[in-house]
C-alpha cells in the first residue's frame, strides 16, 4: 500500500468499503503524481454534505470528495480548484467553487463522469488530476507605464480562464505581455511574450 501521506483521513473517518478501495487505489496512483500530497484532500461524507444540494430523500453520508487547488508557483495563488465526487460505482469530476466546493452551474470543459469499480475510478481520477496539472498555464499582463495593473490567468491550450487580478480583463484588448507560468510551455524559449 502507498504511504498514507497521500489522502489522509481524520482519525474518526470510516470509509464504506467502496470508498476505501477507491482511496487506496488512488493512493497508489498518486506516488507518481507531479502534485504533491498536501495539496491533495480527501473528505468523506459527514453531517453535512461537502459541495452538492441534498436531493430529496437523500442523506449526506454517501458522496466522497477529492480535490486539490492548482498552485501558481513561486506565488502564494490557487489558479482554481478542481475535484472529483465518488458515488458508489459513479464519480463525476469538474472545476469547484474554491470554498464552497460545489460544481459550477453549467460544466466546464475540465467536466467528466465516469461509472466503473473502485480501482478503475481511481485510476481514472488520477490521470485527470494529472492531465490537469501538466497543462500549460499562462499570465496575461497589461501594463501602464511598466507596472502590471490587470492580468488574467489561463489555460494555453484552450484559453479558458483561470484568475484574473486588478480589474476586469474583458475589454482590455490584447496583453502586453504573456507570461509562461507552469505545465509545458507553448511559448518561445524565454517562456515571455511581449507585445511591442
Keep these: 500500500m502507498a504511504e498514507n501521506r497521500w489522502?489522509?483521513?481524520?482519525?474518526?473517518d470510516?470509509?464504506?468499503?467502496?470508498?476505501?478501495?477507491?482511496?487506496?487505489?488512488?493512493?497508489?496512483?498518486?506516488?507518481?503524481?507531479s502534485l504533491t500530497?498536501?495539496?491533495?484532500?480527501?473528505?468523506?461524507?459527514?453531517?453535512?454534505?461537502?459541495?452538492?444540494?441534498?436531493?430529496?430523500?437523500?442523506t449526506s453520508f454517501g458522496k466522497l470528495l477529492v480535490y486539490a487547488d492548482l498552485p501558481a508557483p513561486g506565488l502564494r495563488l490557487s489558479l482554481m480548484?478542481?475535484?472529483?465526487y465518488l458515488d458508489g460505482s459513479k464519480?463525476?469530476?469538474?472545476?469547484?467553487?474554491?470554498?464552497l466546493l460545489t460544481f459550477p452551474a453549467e460544466p466546464t470543459p475540465l467536466a467528466f463522469s465516469a461509472s466503473g469499480s473502485p480501482v478503475e475510478l481511481a485510476a481514472i481520477t488520477a490521470d485527470w488530476f494529472e492531465t490537469i496539472w501538466r497543462r500549460?498555464?499562462?499570465?496575461?499582463?497589461?501594463?501602464?507605464?511598466?507596472?502590471v495593473y490587470a492580468h488574467r490567468f489561463l489555460f494555453a491550450d484552450t484559453g479558458q480562464g483561470l484568475v484574473e487580478g486588478g480589474i476586469r480583463t474583458d475589454a482590455l484588448g490584447t496583453p502586453d505581455r504573456i507570461v509562461?507560468?507552469?505545465?509545458?510551455s507553448g511559448l518561445s524559449e524565454g517562456g515571455c511574450h511581449t507585445n511591442s
Excluded: C, K, M
Design 14 to 33: 470510516e470509509p464504506d468499503e467502496v470508498q476505501a478501495a477507491f482511496i487506496d487505489a488512488l493512493r497508489e496512483q498518486a506516488t507518481s503524481w
Design 180 to 184: 509562461h507560468i507552469r505545465g509545458e
Design 37 to 58: 500530497p498536501d495539496g491533495v484532500e480527501v473528505l468523506l461524507p459527514d453531517y453535512v454534505a461537502y459541495g452538492y444540494r441534498l436531493q430529496q430523500g437523500e
Design 7 to 12: 489522502l489522509p483521513l481524520d482519525d474518526d
Design 91 to 99: 464519480i463525476r469530476g469538474d472545476q469547484l467553487h474554491n470554498q
Design 136 to 147: 500549460p498555464v499562462v499570465r496575461y499582463d497589461w501594463l501602464l507605464f511598466r507596472q
Design 81 to 84: 480548484t478542481a475535484g472529483v
